[in-house]
């Protein structure tokens, strides 16, 4: 869970929503303040926030989606709606991402392609891994999350 405060010192959360592949929504709680995501300097970001993000801790409650079956815990990142609709025509193969489950972590995250990164790096990663999925893969995926994935320069 990745927190912020506003100015006042007081919590800013809304309901936000991701697009899995069977194309329903996720629920998620997100800052309302919170546009493009957070950057290096974002002055929303707490010491326990920082913390959290940098060692990826805030992704564990998402192991809740995992076990009820609505995630995965390797394959693409899932992204908001909106952005799906502005990227579905702009980026070729875009939609592929979502025939498979969306991932906890995934080949473009464990490669560094997290973040404030290119996005097009990141569909290419999350394609390469749709076509070369194999459990091995997927144990490969895993391991390395273990030894690269959980300190990530790019998050903020």
């Not at 309901?15 to 950057?39: I, V």
Request: proline share 4%; aromatic share 12%.
């Amino acid at each position: 869970v990745q927190f912020f405060t506003d100015n006042n010192g007081w919590a800013s959360m809304e309901k936000r929503f991701s697009r899995s592949n069977s194309g329903r929504c996720a629920r998620m709680l997100k800052n309302k303040q919170e546009r493009s995501g957070p950057t290096e300097n974002d002055t929303r970001r707490t010491t326990l926030g920082i913390y959290l993000r940098r060692f990826n801790l805030d992704e564990l409650p998402q192991l809740f989606n995992v076990l009820n079956g609505e995630m995965s815990l390797v394959g693409p990142r899932p992204e908001r709606p909106v952005l799906i609709e502005e990227f579905k025509s702009k980026i070729p193969n875009y939609m592929l991402r979502h025939k498979v489950k969306a991932g906890i972590t995934g080949w473009a995250q464990i490669n560094g392609w997290r973040g404030n990164t290119s996005l097009e790096k990141r569909i290419e990663h999350d394609l390469y891994y749709i076509e070369r999925w194999s459990v091995w893969l997927d144990l490969k995926i895993l391991l390395l999350t273990v030894f690269k994935g959980f300190v990530d320069p790019n998050a903020y």
